[in-house]
């Protein structure tokens, strides 16, 4: 292992919690911070799959553990949605979303995104800058559903365009 490699390993976790809290900004620091707390926790299955804390065991690893699919973002968004509502489903979703699209963009493992429909693989950078876009179109939107549903009140009485945020919490 290199030691370029190391840092961009050691980095990884503060560019997935920057990612996650990007992509649900619309929706308030509430839902940030259960987007970043999505998009970083999950890689505890590092530890799990390599069966070690030691860097060159995980990075080592063939591919990224089944629990880099998609197939997990939706049920945390889910279990998040009935704890939280709805906001926070979107955030938890979208906060690991965006760590699996980011993970599946680089020339490490390959990432299990469709697991079990679809063998590990890696799609490139252009598809999971598509994939972070539209989860933050998808923040966006309902963080104006949110404004809406509040009312004119609630929307003028912030003082300008955009204040009115959905109640996170």
Known sequence: MTLRRYAVAAADPFAHALLAAAVVAPLGRRAMATA?????????????????????????????????????????????????????????????ASHL?????DDAAPTPLAWPLASPRQIGRSRAAAGIAALALGSWALSRRGAASAGPSAAGAGGGAGTARPRTG
């Open 36 to 96: 970043v707390v999505a998009g970083t926790a999950i890689d505890v299955d590092h530890v799990v799959a390599a069966r070690s804390a030691h860097p060159r065991a995980m990075l080592s690893l063939d591919t990224r553990p089944r629990s880099h699919t998609l197939l997990g973002a939706v049920a945390l968004g889910a279990a998040a949605t009935a704890l939280g509502g709805p906001v926070h489903g979107w955030a938890a979703f979208a906060g690991l």
């Open 101 to 105: 699209l980011r993970d599946a963009s």
